[in-house]
Every structure is written in C-alpha cells, then in structure tokens.
C-alpha cells in the first residue's frame, strides 16, 4: 500500500528548520533536533551527514565535517542508502541513511527519505548562503579581516559585558603606500595589506580585533596592557609578502598611529572620531607617527568646524573689518606703504587672526576671504581718492590656492576696474611662496601681474629653505623678511643672526628688489636695519594695524614719524 508522511509532523519538520540561521553546522544540529518524529515513521535507524566544499569565496578555510544527526537506540541495518549532491563550490555533500534493525525500506519509504534528504541538503546550503551574506557584510573581502561593521558589533558586545573601557583603540594608516603599488605593482600593494592584516590578526588576544576601514586604513582594538606592544611593533613591521610566481618579496611597512584609551560608556563612533582626531594631528606633523589622543585636539577640531560653519554667513554680514598697517621708509621714516590685514569682529568681539586664517587655509575659503579683503581695499583707495587724500601702494595678501584659479589675474584686475584704481597703488603679496606646488602657474600668475604694473611680494622670506629658489625663479618686485629673523636683533649674541639678515638685505639689493623687514618693534632692530640698508619696515615700533578712519589721519599727514605718534 502507499505509504504518506502525515502533513502535520512534515509540517512541524520543515517549520523547524526554515529558521534563519546563517550557519551550515548549525543548520545540520537544528535538523538533528526536528528529525527524529520523521524518522520514527519512516522507520529510519540512522542518518549520517558528510560536508567536503574547497577553499573559496564563502569559506576561506575550506570545510570538512561529518556529523551523525540521528542514531535509533534499537539499532539498524547495515546497508545504507547514499544520497550525493555537489555544492556551487566544487564541494560534495554525502547523506547516509540506514533503516532500523530489522526493516527494509519499501518503496514509498525510500522516496520520502529521498525527499528529507533533499530537504537536509537545500536548507543546509542555505544556511551556507545566508553565512556567506552575513560574512560578506561582516568582512573585509580582500584581507578576510572584519569591517566596520563587525568592529561596530564586536565593541556593542564588549560593553555589554563592560569590559570596552579595558581597551585601547589604534587607527593606523600605512604611510606612503601609494609609493608601494607605484614601485612594486598593484597586485604585490594588495598582497602586503592582506598580509598585513593577517600578521596583526594574528598577533590579538581574545576580544582584540583588527578591522579594515579601507584602502591602506585600518583600527584596531586592543586591550591597554597590550597597547604599547602593538604600537612599538606597528611603527615598523618587516613582511614577506608571498608571490603567485617567483620568490617571496620583503616589505617594510611604517605606520602613522592614533592612539585612544576608551573611556566608560564611549560609542564606537566616538572611539573612532578621536582615534582619527589623533591620526589627523600625526599627520599635520611630519616625523610625529604616533600621537595618543588629548581631549585639546577635540576642542580644536570643535572649533574648526564652528569657524567653517560661521565663516559664510560672517562674510554676508560684513563681520570681517580690514586693518591698514603703515609701511615706513628706514632713512625718512616717512609713511610710503601698508599692508591690508583682515580681522574678524563677532559679537564686539575682535577674534584673533590665528583663530582663524589657518581654518581657512584648510578649507580653501581663505580664497573668498581673500578676494572679500582685496575689494574693500579698492573700494577704500577709491574713497580716499575721491576725498582727496594721495594713497600709498597698498598690499594684500593672496594664498598659493587661488592657483587653482585660471582666472585670477582676471578677476584682481576686473576688481580693480571696478573701482578705477591705477595699479601703481596695488601689492599682490603671495603668501606661502616658499612651499607652491605648482610652478609653472605661479611664474605666469605673477607675470601676469606685473605686465600689468602690478607690485608683487613674497611673504616670510627666510623661514623655508626652498624660499630662495622662489626669489630666483619668480619675477618679483618685493621681498618681505620674516618677524622671526629680528626677533633675537638688540640682545646678546646676536653675531650671526646679524651676519645673516645683512647679506640676506644685501642680495635682495643686489637684485634690484625692495625689502621690507616686519615685525620691527625696537629701535635697536630699527638701527641696524637702517646700517644694513633695508628699506622699508613695518612693526609696532612705528603703527600697529590701523582701522580705515585712523589710516586716514596718516594719509592726510606723511610728515616724519615721530615714536611718540
């Protein structure tokens, strides 16, 4: 007669395994659970399930395990029934099935257990695939290593068991890595990574876990007694980085490190902010590799994003004031010069200079600034014109990123059309001149000016050792020697900080250029500036920055400075 699996017990079989478990081995022990009722009426004795699948995609590893999922206690026969499936892999499932002691399957039997067999091999290989999934969002595809994402849930685990503020987080960059995969090649780049971060894999403790950000980005948590041999091990790693063909090949891996002792109840996304914030300062310092996290740093970046985020609408309201500070002939000491100085008034506040120009810099909108203060400065001549008040050449200051701009001499000169002023009364002054990048468009932006009867100066002269090929390759008009060169003149031992200065003056002589010393604020410094020929100075000792109506009052009167005025 036919034999039927009741519906109601297969049912409760299938209900029992269709559970989401993105694991084979325990799909297989959740089967071994669900399937003893089906074997009681099919009268199965044992059922033995082989699993042999390669090395691939979805198990690295490989795997290789035999699991018996149900054993009758009375015993069964000796012959089995083999039922064989191939995986997508190239792997090889095997289930073995044997009736009780005593019983021979008959037909329809044999077909139900056929029919459980498939249904042991279609739920175990998705539970494979579901893995794959979870492993495919939870890791690294290239390095095996885990991702954001299991680093995330890992550092919930360990705060639920309150043992994250036992650890130390390390964000780690490899340095110069792009040099790597331009010298070697792309293809031994991507091996040195994957066994980077297999040879720290394997150097964690129980709960350590590397992760991979990206590219040449990785963080690791460690525990704070293992924190100084991780970073001392980091700084310089030796590997050898196996070929597909030809001989292993050494690499020696430098890394910049950010390093933060994870206090109680921080998230991960705090932990990772101030090991980066930590990484980013590293980096701002050159020979700096590892720098440990200090709460200033978070503060400084606090106040950076403020600047960013005030900046633009400061700029609308017209809360950036233009200072004018007087430029003095060194023989005269008359005024023949200033240089335009930005300041930021918030609040009847003035916030310094240094609060915010560097944040600028950063951003690029230094270049708005720039252009906002060289406005004002020709809307201002153009008023002391029409006042009747003779203007000296004034200066303002241009930061080397406008050379991104192919239209710069363009719109300084459409500026300066707008309000009909004369070049004769304009100074281009090139700020970080000793540190452009592109040369080329440096040489034609000045030249550019001056076909054009523009003044152009370099800032800081003496401060970069490049500094000197800008002032033999650049045809400038101006040199402008840094406050930091005189800061030791007038005191003692100052022999070859005055050697220095005077054959510095000298050359620039030479060369038929101006000179103007800053940040004179003695008349010692004053004194040996006028033996060794400079001639011009701008400092305290003579004006501080001016405001626009002050300025005026010394534009109406260019007598002799007396220091008293």
């Known amino acids: 007669m036919d034999y ?84 997508g892999e190239n792997g090889m499932v095997t289930i073995e099935v044997r009736a009780k002691k005593g019983h021979k399957f008959i037909n329809p039997e044999l077909q139900a257990v056929k029919l459980i067999c498939d249904d042991v091999f279609i739920m175990s290989g998705r539970a494979r695939l579901m893995g794959a999934v979870h492993n495919a969002s939870q890791t690294d595809p290239m390095t095996g290593a885990p991702n954001t994402s299991q680093l995330v849930h890992h550092s919930i685990e360990l705060k639920a068991k309150n043992k994250l503020q036992n650890f130390s987080s390390l964000f780690v960059n490899l340095k110069n ?35 991979r950000l990206g590219g040449d980005n990785f963080l690791i948590l460690v525990k ?23 001989p292993s090949i050494p690499l020696t891996l430098h890394s910049r490190i950010g390093v933060y002792d994870i206090q109680q109840n921080d998230s991960m996304n705090e932990i990772m902010h101030c090991s980066s914030v930590a990484l980013n300062d590293a980096r701002r310092h050159p020979g700096t590799d590892v720098v440990y996290f200090a709460q200033k740093m978070l503060d400084a970046v606090y106040h950076e994003k403020e600047i960013s985020s005030l900046f633009n609408d400061a700029l609308k309201n017209k809360e ?30 003035i916030v310094p200079p240094n609060d915010f120009l560097p944040v600028l810099e950063k951003e690029a909108s230094i270049c708005k600034l720039d252009f ?53 009364y304009i100074e281009i002054e090139l700020t970080e001149a000793s540190d452009f990048e592109d040369k080329v468009a440096m040489q034609q932006f000045v030249d550019g000016l001056r076909q054009h009867g523009i003044t152009v100066s370099i800032d800081d002269f003496g401060t970069g050792y490049s500094t000197f090929n800008a002032i033999k ?11 930091s060169l005189l800061d030791h003149i007038g005191g003692e031992n100052t022999h070859h ?10 050359m620039i002589n030479e060369l038929n250029l101006e000179v103007v010393a800053e940040g004179v604020e003695n008349t010692k410094q004053l004194n040996f500036l006028q033996h060794a020929k400079c001639s011009t100075i701008q400092g305290f000792l003579f004006d501080k920055p001016l405001t626009k109506e002050d300025f005026e009052k010394r534009l109406s009167n260019k007598n002799t400075y007396t220091r008293d005025s």
């Open 473 to 483: 390759d650049l045809n400038v008009n101006v040199i402008k020697l840094d406050k």
């Open 372 to 424: 906002y203060v060289f406005h004002r400065v020709c809307e201002d001549i153009h008023s002391w014109i029409q006042a009747g008040y003779e203007p000296v050449r004034v200066s303002s200051n241009f930061s080397r990123l406008h050379l991104r701009n192919p239209h710069l001499t363009e719109d300084i000169l459409n500026t300066m059309k707008e309000f009909d002023i004369d070049s004769k």
């Open 320 to 349: 950036f004031i233009v200072y004018y500070q007087p430029k003095v002939d060194v023989q005269s000491q008359s005024l023949c010069g200033c240089e335009a100085l930005v300041r930021w008034k918030r609040n009847g506040q």
């Open 4 to 87: 039927v699996i009741f519906s109601s017990i297969y049912k409760d079989f299938r209900d029992a395994i269709l559970d989401n478990i993105p694991d084979i081995l325990a799909m297989i022990k959740r089967i071994a659970i669900a399937v003893p009722p089906i074997c009681n009426i099919l009268n199965i004795g044992y059922i033995k399930v082989k699993i042999v699948a390669p090395s691939s995609i979805i198990t690295k590893e490989g795997l290789n395990d035999e699991r018996i999922i149900f054993e009758d206690a009375s015993g069964y026969e000796p012959v089995p029934l083999i039922q064989t499936y191939k995986t």
């Open 224 to 246: 704070k007694e293992h924190r100084d041999m991780f970073v001392d091990a980091l700084r310089k790693m030796q590997l050898i980085v196996p070929a597909p063909q030809g």
């Open 497 to 506: 900080d005055e050697v220095v200065i005077r054959n510095m003056v000298n």
């Open 177 to 211: 890595y792009k040099y790597i995969n331009q010298s070697k090649s792309a293809a031994v780049g991507d091996r040195g990574i994957i066994t980077f971060a297999h040879t720290v894999m394997a150097m964690c403790h129980d709960d350590e876990m590397i992760a």
